[in-house]
């Protein structure tokens, strides 16, 4: 077995939030690898179409290759039936494909699926390295989520507006600034809601 | 004159036909008949059974309606062996379609996914194309109820009302004089009585000679009914008395 792959990085910060008719996510920007800065400015947040938000933690050669592999086939699915995959198809084919790997050639991604649909509203879809899904309020995943989650556990309620729940990501911001050793001076943040998806100022 | 052309089936004739393709479908008119009818608030199928001898131990279940999924049922004209196939095949999409999406599979994306089966029969391999026409009946979130037609080229439309198998141009001209949008479940059912009456061979239609299925909702649960034949014979007496009054002034 490959020791490199056995190591699962968790610099990478990914959080969401659902809020009312939409899902917040926010990502870090640092692109590194051991004690390496590629880049501050990466954007880990993948808008797999106008309605569905992809939070990827990772390395990138397999987050990359998960998320286009994912979008792509979408995108067929889109061409060929005339309809859309709904934020819960989408999770669970995502799912499965990574299930099935797991056994061949694992991906090393975390994922966080935040979707806007007509019928089911909102919806926030929290996805590991393992392939276990779980349909979330709020999520968080690498070393990040030890400090965040409590945050969240603490300031989440059901039918935060938009501004409401910018102020809980500035609180999960200012955490990790405090209390995390590696830093990451960058985020970015997007919201999906009924009108499509859009970027967000800290 | 066309019979050279007639053996195989990945030929086209001199006049662009294909003929194993179109026997297959004449093989069909032979069947018994089926029918189906979108309702306001479901579907009706329905279907006449064929009862070559007395001898025959009574059916356990329906004869010519299959469950493909919850939210997916078919009636079948044509040969039962081939049917088989087919079914198994669209049962196999649809729970491949839950494996993967953990939502039920749209109806049209089913009824392509059997019918693109069907056309590479008509196309390579040199084996005879199936012998069967079905009539999909199927809800989903997205598009509601829906009634396709099948058959063996590979084609499908989607009807709000048609019947497949013998004399089955019988049946769809009194659908195109009797059929209204948004009848209500049981005036579909009386139509589908009246097609199927004026279709049989034998001049008096009875219950056991009849299988009606009756698709339904509940909020997003689809429910789907075997009428018991006692019910069927109780619409065979209404539709029955309704006809004989028909002509009065």
């Known amino acids: 077995e490959n020791s490199k792959r056995a190591i699962i990085q968790k610099m990478d ?7 009312d008719g939409f899902v917040m996510m926010a990502a870090d920007c640092s692109s590194a690898r051991s004690i390496l800065v590629f880049s501050q400015t990466q954007d880990k947040i993948k808008v797999l179409d106008d309605s569905k938000l992809l939070g990827q933690s990772g390395p990138q050669c397999d987050t990359a290759n998960f998320s286009e592999y994912i979008q792509k086939n979408m995108t067929l699915y889109e061409l060929n039936n005339n309809m859309k ?14 299930a ?7 991906y090393q991604t975390n994922i966080l699926l935040g979707g806007y649909d007509e019928k089911a509203g909102e919806s926030l879809y929290f996805i590991d390295v393992y392939s276990a899904l779980v349909k979330v309020n709020f999520g968080v995943h690498g070393h990040a989520s030890n400090f965040l989650l409590s945050v969240f556990d603490r300031e989440w309620k059901e039918g935060l507006s938009v501004d409401q729940a910018l102020d809980v990501v500035r609180k999960c911001v200012a955490e990790l600034r405090t209390r995390f050793l590696i830093a990451q001076p960058n985020f970015i943040i997007k919201v999906v809601d009924a009108n499509g998806v859009r970027l967000v100022e800290l | 004159m066309a019979r050279r052309y007639d053996s195989s089936t990945t030929t086209f004739s001199p006049d662009g036909r294909l003929h194993q393709v179109e026997y297959a479908i004449e093989a069909i008119n032979n069947a018994g008949t089926a029918v189906g009818i979108l309702a306001k608030d479901g579907i009706v199928l329905a279907g006449e059974k064929n009862k070559p001898s007395n001898l025959l131990a009574p059916s356990k279940g329906p004869e010519k309606m299959y469950k493909i999924d919850d939210h997916l049922t078919t009636v ?13 095949n669209a049962r196999i999409n649809a729970q491949r379609y839950i494996y993967t999406y953990q939502e039920p599979m749209p109806v049209e994306q089913l009824v392509e996914k059997v019918c693109n089966y ?4 008509t196309q390579y391999g040199g084996l005879r194309p199936f012998g069967v ?9 997205y598009h509601g109820y829906q009634l396709y037609m099948s058959d063996p080229s590979g084609n499908y439309s989607g009807w709000k009302a048609t019947c497949i198998g013998q004399n089955n141009q019988a049946g769809k001209n009194l659908l195109k004089n009797d059929y209204e949008e948004n009848l209500t479940i049981d005036a579909a059912m009386k139509l589908a009585v009246k097609v199927l009456v004026k279709s049989m061979d034998a001049t008096t ?19 789907q009914r075997i009428v018991p034949e006692a019910d069927v014979t109780k619409i065979l007496e209404e539709v029955a008395l309704e006809t004989a009054s028909e002509g009065d002034m």
């Open chain 1, 100 to 106: 099935t790997a797991l056994r061949k050639g694992p």
């Open chain 2, 76 to 88: 079948v004209a044509g040969l039962t062996a081939d049917a088989n196939i087919l079914i198994n």
């Open chain 1, 85 to 98: 995959l709904s934020t819960h198809a989408t999770a669970h084919y995502m799912r499965r494909e990574l």
């Open chain 1, 13 to 19: 910060t990914i959080l969401a939030l659902k809020g």
């Open chain 2, 133 to 141: 026409s079905f009539l999909f009946a199927g809800w989903d979130e």
């Open chain 2, 205 to 223: 239609a009875s219950a056991d000679k009849l299988e009606f299925c009756i698709m339904t909702t509940d909020g997003d649960k689809v429910i």
């Open chain 2, 118 to 121: 069907k056309q590479a029969y």
